[in-house]
């Protein structure tokens, strides 16, 4: 078996394929390269952990001086988002005056990127703008601007590409859906 034809037992189908992901995650670093030309303080502010791979590959196609910091954060309860956002670990960055794109891998309902937009602009960034790879519409509860937006996708559960389920599959190169009757026959 090759590293390429490894997959998991509870994959669905396909949904942005390697390929895909490369090209559209090339244009966003060329978009942030062309709107970003004359800063001097950058900030790639990504979501830990699943913008990791994403974070990575972006910072390699913006074409500036930058700088790369994280966060951690979780929801209080439950898989879904519930409004109330918990700090695990705090960016090591001091914003104020920074041009801050937060970066995280997927907006479901909305709440996390609402909940730390408000969070860092209280820290007084020069500006802060969103970009997310994926974007799951149909599911937002709170209106939320989405600057950078790598692919909008229907209301699906997907892994691969540094997103998990129960922290399975985020090496996968490319993203797909979970066939979650298989999942949860496997891991209850
Ligand atoms: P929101 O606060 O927008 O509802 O939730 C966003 C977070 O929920 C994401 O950062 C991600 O951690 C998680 N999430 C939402 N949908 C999915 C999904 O389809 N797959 C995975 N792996 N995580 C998701
Ligand atoms: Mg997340
Ligand atoms: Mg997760």
Redesign the pocket.
């Known amino acids: 078996m090759t590293a390429h034809d490894f997959s998991y037992d509870f994959i669905g189908e396909i949904l942005f394929s390697q390929e895909e992901i490369e090209r559209r995650v090339q244009q966003l670093g060329n978009t942030i390269t062309h709107d970003y030309r004359g800063s001097e303080k950058l900030l790639l502010l990504g979501?830990l952990r699943?913008?990791v791979m994403f974070i990575t590959d972006l910072m390699r196609k913006v074409q500036l001086p930058l700088t790369m910091d994280f966060m951690s954060v979780s929801?209080y309860a439950g898989a879904?988002?519930s409004g109330f956002?918990r700090i695990d670990s705090d960016h090591k960055t001091n914003i104020a005056g920074w041009d801050v794109i937060l970066i995280?891998?997927?907006?479901?309902?909305?709440?996390?990127?609402?909940t730390i937009r408000k969070l860092l602009l209280d820290r007084k960034p020069r500006s802060l703008k969103v970009c997310a790879l994926?974007d799951?519409v149909e599911?937002r509860?709170v209106d939320i601007p989405i600057d950078y937006c790598g692919f909008q996708m229907p209301d699906?559960?997907?892994?691969g590409y540094g997103?998990?389920?129960d922290e399975k599959?985020r090496n996968l190169p490319y993203i797909a859906s979970?066939d979650l009757d298989k999942y949860h026959k496997i891991y209850g």
Not at 104 to 114: L, S
Not at 156 to 159: L, S
Request: glycine share 10%.
């Open positions: 979501l699943g913008s929801s879904e988002s956002i995280d891998d997927i907006v479901d309902t909305g709440y996390t990127i609402a994926l799951k599911r509860k699906y559960f997907v892994v997103l998990d389920i599959g979970v």
